[in-house]
């Protein structure tokens, strides 16, 4: 160990100790910092950008410690706010900074180190995955590293949670102490440059305005800092300066600046890696990864096994996903009987409506979908941590790109089918804003999996079985067809400009371990959970309470029944209208409550807007629940017709659907609920996402006047052939 | 001082060196104009304390008028020279477009012209290549200048190498970066990525219908477009393997 390393825990500082984790994209960050803060910790956005902030606690050597997971970052110059969010947490003055880099790519990875030494950080170096390092024959000399760099350098393999006591240690080393001014030596004529823009930095409440980095990002012109230190006293000495300096670089050595201060960072990598890192002549571990590569992205095979692997999750999410929702069906249905049991039999009790069809068949309706979720994302945790999505982003950039899209467009896509909720987070993988607003306006195109309910439901109403299967196919293709098609529209009309860098770094394939593939399940579980238990809770009783209420005062059905026009019997003839049982007539007193309510109103007030397109009241009313969250829509079918119909839901509604309408309003059903009207979930995080209420609300319309396009050209057009 | 009291400076000064005296008749037979326009412009110049009578009729200049008048003969010397021997123009089109041009170049783009012209004097195979060259004899089009045909072997040579892409080399090929031609932020992910002038890059594997490719760059594997790889300059290594 070297000398400047001091006994921990005597000299840590009393409040509490803030770590901040940097790191390039794919160096294993992320379950490094699951190991270090477990269960404690919480994700939030970054305000004003649409970066994800994960933040956490831990104790390092009893000391309360907060830890914050920096998005992945190649570098620390501003082009993307991912870049921008790591260089304000840094600026923010962490106590300690661990710099987390791949072990097997040190050499591009210490670029970051290098960079975060020149903030005057206090780091921490992290070789991660230092077990696929080691099994390649790569040995480091960590006490020699330590005492060139000053600061100490710990071996971790993140996703086994190794290494971390080791970490946890180094972390207290380096609060306890703070590092000496263990300036980079970066080469002759770039320390001349730094000495010579150093004293002229001017003074700052933020410790990064004199440090070295901000004198190498005025060196080479960076525009964001230079207009801030032009603003402040003194800025203008030190940028005229930056730019003597900079034309002295590029005359003496005959290369731009940015190309000259990039390589002089990877020339104090090497310069490092050569004093400590030991090769022996063992063959890459890795290789293994080319030879995987040789059939997963073969020319030809490459597309056709990524359907299958496509095909093998869908597969998964809704055959395996089945099962378990037999039971939480069952446990639905149980409970809708033992607390319909807590009233005697035939009371119109409000409050047991509220609970029995508003709430447990509200979110009862939305619970049952979590064995879909859960799997999906089971499914696609898995490729992301295996390495395979950043081969379906090769393999499919170029049909995406032909849409004006991206590679990388397709992944959130893809997630789209599970939910567009966090498909539109997962946008955040895309680097230009372009890219990324085109992706989320087309992502509610792509059928999610509250959808699925509805075609599973309105699919086997409307179509015999041999047609089922087809019909659910081209939804999905009509979607996605769609998606693609307005994708291009956006980009060639008001989304025109230059294409974002589609450079992709092709991570090694890793398999992924028990702890992270149902670490990420289970939080998407979660949040979806939650946006049942919250969200769609409180919906469910808003849209149970404008069925149910006004209650009207009197009803036809009575007054027919007064002047003797019909007559209640016990056991009425199916052939006489004018005879009804008892039964029947409560079904007419529901019918006519729910057409005095603001549900059947508003529908009501709608139906003439949605005629053209075959829809009646009812189906209008549903689908004002379907804006609140798509699976409503099933829920609110199920609310309007238990109330319209009969007293108890016996009465299968495929049925009831297959007798009310016909093929062809069904299709034109399914048309308009896969394009319209992405549910209130899904705008709400497009404008949190895109940072705009316009980009929300020109989805929602947009999408919305296309769906009424649609269905009202295939239900006319169809009317005429039926 | 305008250009043309300039110019009588210059006569001036050429006839005291060449006759050893200098006449309003000499002046306005030289300059091609009246008498009446010499004596005005004669005043001018008294005024300004470059020229003062001597007897009648005799013009004599004063040190200053003497450093003015050898400071734009130079010039034109240097200017109808750089004409003439360096862009091969017909002698009097050389000295018109001197005279043309002795006023308005700054000093300081008179002094790097003149050093270039030095070190053009002392290199001549450079100005033997640029005459040779096709180009220089081009009256046409300017559009050839993207591609210099032949002009100099050296050149021509390094040239023809350096117009490599890297989307110009197939899978299995390698090459050593010569320069990142992108700009902004695909520049800076670039070299983030350890794409930079003089390492080794290999081509791995291209997509279906040519697009994306698939690279490999300081151990890392890299998906890029077309269109990227397309701007970053590269020279064929000697040998076209792969792995490193």
Redesign the interface.
């Known amino acids: 160990m070297s000398n400047l390393v001091v006994p921990a825990a005597s000299a840590l500082p009393a409040r509490e100790i803030r770590v901040v984790l940097a790191g390039n994209p794919n160096c294993g960050k992320t379950s490094l910092f699951n190991a270090l803060t477990g269960a404690r910790q919480h994700v939030a956005n970054y305000a004003g950008v649409t970066v994800e902030r994960r933040s956490g606690s831990c104790d390092i050597e009893n000391c309360p410690a907060s830890v914050v997971d920096l998005p992945g970052t190649y570098s620390l110059s501003s082009y993307s706010p991912e870049e921008r969010v790591a260089q304000d947490e840094l600026m923010d003055a962490p106590d300690v900074v661990v710099v987390v880099v791949d072990s097997m790519q040190l050499q591009r990875h210490l670029v970051l180190l290098a960079q975060v030494m020149q903030t005057g950080a206090n780091p921490v170096l992290c070789l991660n995955m230092s077990d696929e390092a080691r099994a390649a024959g790569q040995k480091i000399d960590l006490a020699l590293m330590e005492k060139l760099l000053g600061f100490p350098v710990v071996e971790t393999v993140g996703h086994r949670a190794q290494g971390v006591a080791d970490l946890k240690r180094a972390i207290a080393r380096a609060a306890g102490a703070r590092m000496g001014d263990n300036r980079l030596v970066l080469g002759e004529t770039m320390d001349r440059a730094l000495a010579a823009l150093r004293p002229l930095l001017p003074a700052h409440a933020a410790k990064i305005f004199a440090s070295d980095w901000m004198a190498t990002r005025l060196l080479v012109g960076d525009g964001e800092y230079t207009a801030q230190v032009a603003a402040m006293p003194g800025g203008a000495a030190v940028l005229a300066e930056a730019k003597r300096q900079r034309e002295r670089i590029e005359a003496r050595t005959g290369t731009d600046i940015v190309i000259f201060v990039t390589g002089c960072y990877f020339g104090f990598v090497d310069g490092l890696l050569r004093e400590v890192r030991t090769q022996d002549s063992r063959p890459d571990a890795r290789a293994i990864t080319d030879r995987i590569d040789a059939v997963l992205v073969h020319r030809i095979l490459g597309l056709p096994i990524f359907a299958l692997v496509m095909y093998a999750i869908f597969w998964l999410t809704f055959k395996v996903g089945e099962v378990p929702m037999g039971w939480i069906e069952s446990g639905v249905h149980l409970a809708a009987t033992q607390v319909s049991a807590l009233w005697p039999v035939g009371s119109g009790s409000l409050l047991r409506s509220l609970f029995v069809d508003g709430i447990i068949g509200g979110v009862g309706g939305v619970v049952v979908f979590l064995p879909n979720i859960v799997l999906l994302f089971l499914g696609l945790a898995f490729l992301e941590d295996t390495g395979y999505m950043a081969r379906a982003a090769f393999l499919t950039d170029r049909l995406m790109h032909r849409f004006g899209l991206h590679g990388k467009s397709f992944i959130p896509m893809l997630t789209g089918f599970g939910c567009s909720v966090p498909g539109i987070m997962a946008t955040r993988t895309l680097e230009n804003q372009r890219d990324r607003i085109i992706t989320m306006l087309v992502l509610p195109l792509m059928s999610c999996g509250a959808r699925l309910t509805i075609w599973m439901l309105l699919i086997p109403a409307f179509f015999r079985p041999a047609w089922r299967a087809p019909v659910l196919w081209s939804i999905y293709a009509v979607g996605i067809g769609l998606a693609l098609v307005l994708a291009l529209v956006l980009r060639k009309t008001i989304m025109r400009g230059d294409d974002a860098p589609f450079v992709m770094e092709l991570p090694p394939y890793r398999l992924p371990t028990l702890r992270s593939v149902p670490m990420k399940m289970f939080e998407r579980a979660w949040l979806y959970l939650r946006k049942a238990g919250t969200t769609i809770l409180a919906l469910s009783i808003l849209l149970w309470a404008a069925t149910a209420f006004p209650k009207p005062r009197q009803y036809r059905i009575d007054a027919r029944i007064a002047s003797g026009e019909v007559a209640v019997t016990s056991a009425a003839s199916a052939d006489d209208p004018r005879t009804l049982t008892e039964q029947q007539v409560a079904g007419q007193r529901k019918a006519e409550a729910l057409e005095y309510s603001v549900a059947g109103r508003i529908g009501h007030a709608l139906e003439p807007v949605f005629h053209p397109l075959g829809f009646d009241w009812k189906i209008v009313t549903a689908m004002i629940g379907a804006f609140a969250a798509k699976e409503i829509f099933v829920a609110q079918l199920g609310i309007v017709y238990s109330l319209g119909d009969t007293d108890k839901r016996t009465d299968d509604l495929r049925a009831v659907l297959a007798r009310d309408y016909g093929t062809l309003v069904g299709l034109s059903m399914m048309l308009f609920l896969l394009v319209a009207t992405p549910c209130m979930a899904t705008v709400a995080v497009t404008r949190r996402e895109s940072g705009k209420w316009s980009w929300a609300l020109l989805q929602l319309g947009g999408l919305t006047g296309i769906a009424y396009g649609l269905s009202l050209l295939v239900y006319q057009v169809g009317r005429l052939f039926v | 001082m305008s250009s043309s009291l300039e110019d009588y400076l210059e006569t001036i000064y050429l006839l005291v060196q060449e006759q050893g005296f200098a006449r309003v008749k000499d002046v306005a037979k030289a300059r091609d104009v009246k008498a009446a326009s010499v004596s005005i412009a004669l005043r001018k110049l008294a005024e300004m304390d470059m020229v003062r009578y001597e007897r009648r009729e005799y013009i004599a200049l004063t040190p200053d008028g003497e450093k003015a008048g050898r400071r734009v003969f130079s010039r034109h010397r240097l200017l109808t020279r750089f004409f003439e021997e360096v862009l091969s123009m017909p002698q009097p089109a050389a000295s018109e477009q001197a005279c043309a041009m002795e006023h308005s170049l700054t000093d300081d783009a008179m002094d790097r012209l003149a050093r270039f012209f030095e070190f053009l004097g002392g290199c001549p195979t450079v100005i033997e290549s640029f005459h040779q060259c096709p180009l220089a004899h081009d009256h046409g089009s300017v559009s050839s200048h993207a591609h210099l045909p032949g002009a100099c072997a050296i050149c021509a040579k390094k040239q023809a190498r350096a117009s490599i892409s890297l989307a110009d080399l197939k899978p299995g090929q390698g090459a050593i970066v010569t320069k990142?031609e992108?700009v902004?932020?695909?520049?800076?992910?670039?070299?983030?990525?350890?794409v930079?002038?003089n390492t080794q890059i290999d081509v791995e594997?291209v997509?279906?219908?040519g697009?994306?490719f698939?690279v490999r760059c300081?151990?890392?594997?890299?998906?890029?477009?077309r269109?990227?790889a397309s701007s970053i300059a590269v020279r064929q290594a000697e040998r076209d393997t792969p792995k490193q």
């Not at chain 2, 902004?184 to 350890?194: F, I, S, T, V, Y």
Request: hydrophobic share 45%; proline share 6%.
């Open positions: 990142v992108a902004g932020a695909l520049r800076q992910r670039l070299l983030d990525m350890g930079l002038p594997r997509g279906l219908g697009d994306p698939w300081q151990g890392a594997r890299l998906a890029l477009r269109s990227e």
